[in-house]
């Protein structure tokens, strides 16, 4: 009985996401095409015929009425047919699948180290308790929280790639590059990530640190932390087996949200290091009105919050079983 | 448990293994170069060359007919053989003989013939193709959706002459053959509504100076050279990268890193700095975009309504064009802001068309006492003395609508807003991303904008001068003046060069009276390229042009 209510929540949640989804692609297609701007507006230029706009506006079905153009797009997009780019002129569907893995294992390294980095300095700070390592680290994770991303690629990119030209400034590999040897290749496109990787890990480790540090210290102070620490259980074992699955619950409800951002893609270091990812697909998409596009990247960024909020909640889960008693309640 | 101390350290011991047994491997080599270009291109397929590295990139993969070359001297261009040997035009200009090269072949190998000649005008003027040229063969036979007819137009001589008549009466020039030529035997298999997004528009089989290596979407487009072509000589350049580099300080720091060879588009703030370094050259192209201050000169909303002209209430009369063109102090912003990379422009005929442009124009001199009179005279005045002129108690107040991202403008925006505050004119500024910016002027819904105009090579003007509004979307402003439109129609009837040169002079007077826009500065393209490239031409028709001909 109980898996079969646990399975009927989890079918309420996905068709609750279907029809978010649904939605906001719906919302989003009706307003972009109302919103100023025209697709064809670059085909607006002294060395073209004038003409060509009307043409160009009629292959995109731009002349059609507007829920001739949505109710045609949703019969394509329920096949599974999200149309041509306007600016790639191949289907969204192939542009978005040629980003999106570059994209995965870019925000899910930084994730990793945002949460890993947050968590070891977290505990870090607490063996040594108000003491020097503490302020330390409490004082610089604010200031790594202050200063812009931009501000921190830049100074990267001077120190490491300018100045001591250990790390290449952009791209994801080295143009050109066989791609016969996989094991080479595989260390160019880590060699080139490093910085990008470091830098958006950077953004996001100061958070991770602070809601660690300040869930481990509450913990610590709690009862059944002095009742360990009075059966003589080890420091070791209390961190590990009580005091950090104890604070994990709120840290990963955050987490999952975060991931979904990253998901979608991080403009400013994609942009600084010329990196091929969701944020800058989704910007020039937004700049150059190409709508299928638009609602490629939305739809696409709107699936992975869903899949990492709910990653986030079976985490929980794992760790808390009271969770899963609240749900068949 | 993963977490635990020793797994953790074992992942930073192996990242940290991994980088520093890196090295940086992203140097150029001293055999290519590597031209940043700030976005990818959409297609490699001549027919959709529709920005300027979609062309830079399609002129060194395919060939034209024939090639223009910039002469300063004439301040026009001039012809020479590329596929075509030579040509010889009949007594009456109504058709062309031309001998096509017979040693050129394609990149698969086959070889470049008349079919292919003849299949390229075919399908660059067919309406479903949608290529960059369609809507402009006015001079060959074509059916009612300008498409030309091959059967009226071209006659096979032999295997390497081919005769193209032109429309009796037309005025042709070699201009309307100049464009790359494209293999039948790649596009001919394809439906022509399908060729936009086929392969072949992604993977290109070529005949030029390059071959197609290799594209990265949204990273690099790699050509190399190809030793086969006619072009090719020992020493030149053995590759060419073109670099996508979305951010202006990325390019920046990459040049001055030589991680990237070439650069356009320098803000003049960088170009001293730059110039100090030893490896690199800064030099300037001039003359091909200007910026201006565009007047509605018709009532915007009202030929929204029903398409009908009334003179807007501010920017309709000639006078108070010329008195806001007195207004403004453009030299404040050529030498504040340009830093001299750049000069007054008089009208839309840049000083590169040496014979054409009329060297006895003198540009409007900031004169707000003059300025102030000629508004005076329209009836601007400040009667009920709170600074701002008043006609018919409306105040003459309005909106300058420019786009946000661009420093120069909101600079010389801000420049003008006070002298023009001096002279009883309020003036707001607007900030709009481009899109809507673009939205706007093109509705007629902005009064005042500023903006530029990349003019064209060879000189046009019928595209954004011409009155019939419905017919020239390019006219923003909506400047009507009957006498303009006989000129500019005059331009495309059989007339020499020299009574061509005249028309321009006459037209240029009669833009500099009128001032349908505030004609602001011509805005140099500064460029740094490395010295290691030699060769390197920068003319008004570009610095990544003719690369076959770079070398170290």
Request: charged residues 20%; aromatic residues 12%.
């Amino acid at each position: 009985m109980k898996p079969a209510r646990l399975l009927l929540s989890f079918v309420k949640r996905a068709a609750s996401s279907v029809l978010i989804l649904f939605l906001t692609v719906s919302f989003l297609f009706v307003l972009i095409r109302i919103a100023p701007g025209d697709p064809a507006q670059k085909y607006l230029s002294p060395r073209l015929d004038s003409s060509l706009i009307i043409k160009i506006k009629s292959s995109f079905h731009l002349d059609k009425p507007l829920y001739d153009q949505y109710f045609s797009f949703i019969k394509n997009a329920s096949a599974g047919d999200l149309g041509i780019s306007y600016k790639y002129h191949r289907p969204v569907k192939e542009v978005i699948f040629e980003t999106l893995p570059f994209t995965i294992f870019f925000s899910l390294t930084a994730f990793i180290l945002q949460f890993i980095g947050g968590l070891l300095l977290a505990l870090l700070a607490l063996r040594n308790y108000k003491k020097f390592w503490d302020k330390f680290l409490s004082g610089g994770s604010l200031f790594l929280y202050a200063v812009p991303t931009f501000v921190s690629g830049m100074f990267f990119v001077y120190l490491f790639s300018v100045q001591l030209k250990i790390f290449p400034s952009s791209g994801i590999k080295t143009i050109g590059i066989s791609e016969e040897n996989v094991v080479i290749l595989f260390l160019d496109y880590l060699h080139h990530l490093f910085l990008p990787v470091l830098i958006l890990s950077l953004a996001g480790l100061p958070v991770y640190f602070k809601y660690f540090r300040e869930s481990l210290e509450e913990n610590q102070h709690k009862l059944f932390t002095l009742y360990l620490r009075a059966n003589g259980v080890s420091e070791r074992r209390i961190i590990f087996q009580h005091l950090i699955p104890n604070s994990l619950n709120a840290i990963i409800a955050y987490a999952g949200v975060e991931l979904g951002i990253l998901f979608s893609g991080a403009l400013i270091t994609e942009v600084i290091f010329s990196l091929p990812g969701m944020g800058r697909l989704a910007v020039n998409a937004i700049s150059e009105r190409d709508y299928p596009l638009i609602i490629g990247c939305t739809l696409t960024a709107g699936i992975l919050v869903i899949l990492s909020n709910l990653l986030a909640d079976l985490v929980r889960m794992k760790i808390d079983k009271r969770l899963i008693k609240g749900l068949l309640h | 448990m993963f977490l635990t101390r020793t797994n953790i350290f074992t992942f930073f011991l192996i990242l940290t293994a991994i980088f520093t047994g890196c090295k940086q491997s992203s140097t150029p080599t001293s055999e290519q170069i590597v031209v940043a270009i700030p976005a990818d291109v959409e297609r490699i397929n001549p027919l959709y060359s529709f920005s300027v590295n979609e062309a830079n990139i399609s002129e060194l993969l395919f060939l034209s007919l024939v090639k223009h070359s910039w002469d300063a001297n004439t301040g026009d261009m001039k012809t020479e053989p590329m596929l075509a040997t030579d040509w010889e035009w009949n007594s009456d200009s109504s058709s062309i003989t031309l001998t096509l090269r017979n040693n050129v072949l394609w990149s698969d190998g086959a070889p470049v013939t008349l079919d292919d000649v003849i299949f390229s005008f075919d399908v660059y003027s067919d309406p479903s193709v949608e290529s960059y040229l369609y809507g402009s063969f006015d001079c060959f036979p074509a059916d009612n959706n300008n498409h030309i007819i091959a059967e009226k137009t071209f006659e096979k001589l032999s295997d390497t002459k081919l005769k193209i008549n032109f429309i009796a009466g037309s005025s042709p020039s070699l201009f309307a053959i100049d464009f790359p030529i494209i293999p039948k035997h790649v596009f001919e298999k394809i439906p022509r509504k399908d060729i936009a997004t086929a392969k072949a528009s992604f993977e290109p089989i070529t005949n030029g100076p390059f071959t197609f290596e290799k594209w990265e979407r949204n990273q690099a487009i790699i050509l190399k050279e190809n030793p086969k072509s006619f072009l090719h000589k020992e020493g030149s350049v053995k590759r060419i990268i073109f670099k996508v580099i979305p951010d202006y300080n990325s390019r920046l720091t990459q040049l001055k890193n030589n991680e990237v060879d070439i650069v356009e588009y320098l803000k003049p703030e960088d170009a001293a700095e730059i110039k100090k370094s030893g490896s690199l050259t800064v030099t300037s192209l001039k003359g091909r975009e200007y910026d201006y201050l565009g007047w509605n000169n018709i009532d915007g909303e009202r030929y929204k309504k029903n398409k009908s002209i009334a003179p807007n209430k501010f920017f309709g009369s000639a006078k108070v064009r010329q008195a806001l063109s007195m207004a403004v102090n453009r030299n404040e912003v050529i030498s504040g802001y340009l830093r001299g990379y750049g000069e007054l422009a008089n009208s839309p005929i840049s000083p590169i068309f040496a014979n054409a442009v009329n060297p006895g124009l003198k540009p409007y001199s900031f004169d707000l006492a003059k300025a102030k009179s000629l508004l005076s005279e329209e009836g601007w005045t400040d009667k009920n003395r709170d600074g701002i002129l008043e006609k018919n108690g409306k105040n003459f107040s309005f909106t300058l609508t420019i786009s946000s991202n661009n420093p120069r403008r909101i600079f010389a925006a801000t420049l003008f807003k006070n002298t023009l505050k001096e002279l009883g004119i309020e003036m707001n500024i607007e900030q709009l991303e481009l899109g809507m910016l673009i939205d706007k002027i093109n509705s007629k819904s902005a009064d005042a904008w500023m903006a530029s105009w990349s003019i064209p090579v060879p000189l046009d003007l019928k595209f954004s001068w011409y009155s019939d509004l419905a017919a020239t979307p390019m006219n923003f402003p909506s400047y009507q003046n009957k006498e303009l439109d006989a000129l500019v129609d005059k331009l495309d009837t059989k007339i020499s060069l020299q009574q061509k040169n005249e028309i321009y002079k006459t037209i240029e007077n009669i833009l500099y009276r009128d001032q349908p826009v505030t004609f602001l500065y011509w805005v140099d393209n500064v460029i740094a390229y490395n010295r290691k490239i030699k060769n390197v031409e920068v003319t008004p028709l570009g610095a990544i042009h003719h690369c076959w001909l770079w070398q170290y």
